[in-house]
């Protein structure tokens, strides 16, 4: 385990999968679910190289066919880490043999955490290893915990939005969606919503969203430029809240499995970096 901290905040984060376990402030008040396994063992896993699940969890690339579990394997992996600070570390993943048996591309994933104030900074960056383009998505899936209850919290838009909900069919999206706001900039929260999964929002026009108690006693606000599909998603009556950026997203129903056509894809140049950074700022 891994501990940052500074004047604000308490984080620490496991070796596995370079997840998050704790966010606490100066108070000692917890901000991150604790993965009660009665409801969802995960707390903040990082979704790399495919976000969402794949048709029949498997995906072809220059005519070979290869098998990807949902949300890839960066989640399931231990990490080196190679740099620690009081306030900010990096872990690092590199392919191997068994990563190439999923994912057959040469890469380095660096995932560096550091606090700023009552902000917490999530960048990622991904190395292109290989002279050939690869393929690939990146999404983040911390879990906030709502300790009054699905009901006494909505999430809070710093504009007008509408939210326009791809609905799921297992692990794969239809082409048609359900509106769950019109033209505001506040969406309450219901149980009903995840009965039967996750709120899919695709080509999104915002990149802040905080979820905010109604009383005003706790908030959190993810800031995540340059993501195109934003997630909402809980386990029906558990008190946590997934506020999901995705540079990346499901497979749609009718895909025919070739990932350099996959929707939200990225294809990263031989030798290239891919960066993005998301802030989560607790309140």
Same mark, same amino acid.
Request: glycine share 6%.
């Given at each position: ?111 560096? *955490?550091? @606090?700023?104030? $009552?902000? #917490?900074?999530?960048? /990622? ?6 002279? !050939? +383009? ?31 909900? *791809?609905? @799921?069919?297992? $692990?794969? #999206?239809?082409?048609? /969606? ?6 505001? !900039? +506040? ?97």
């Amino acid at each position: 385990m891994q501990k940052i901290t500074n004047d604000v905040l308490t984080v620490e984060i496991l070796e596995k999968g370079a997840e998050l376990q704790s966010v606490k402030n100066a108070d000692g008040k917890e901000f991150l679910w604790n993965g009660d396994p009665a409801y969802w063992v995960g707390r903040a896993p990082v979704l790399f190289p495919i976000c969402g699940g794949l048709k029949e969890d498997k995906y072809t690339l220059n005519g070979s066919e290869y098998t990807l579990s949902k949300h890839g394997f960066a989640k399931l992996v231990d990490y080196d880490v190679e740099d620690k600070k009081e306030d900010s570390v990096t872990f690092l993943l590199k392919s191997n043999e068994e990563t190439k048996k999923q994912f057959p591309f040469n890469f380095e994933l660096r995932i560096t *955490y550091s @606090l700023k104030d $009552n902000s #917490l900074i999530t960048a /990622y960056a991904v190395k292109n290893l290989d002279a !050939d +383009k690869m393929y690939f998505s990146i999404g983040s899936h911390e879990a906030f915990m709502i300790p009054e209850g699905t009901q006494n919290y909505h999430i809070q838009f710093d504009k007008e939005v509408t939210l326009n909900s *791809y609905i @799921l069919d297992g $692990n794969l #999206l239809e082409d048609n /969606y359900i509106t769950v706001l019109e033209k505001g !900039d +506040k969406f309450p929260l219901k149980d009903e919503y995840f009965a039967v999964d996750a709120l899919v929002f695709k080509n999104v026009d915002f990149d802040k969203a905080a979820l905010v108690c109604n009383d005003g006693s706790r908030k959190v606000t993810v800031e995540f430029p340059g993501c195109d599909y934003f997630l909402l998603w809980k386990k029906p009556e558990a008190n946590y809240l997934c506020l999901e950026p995705w540079a990346g997203v499901q497979d749609i129903i009718g895909s025919d499995y070739d990932i350099t056509k996959k929707e939200g894809i990225i294809a990263l140049d031989g030798n290239g970096i891919y960066e993005k950074v998301h802030t989560i700022t607790f309140e």
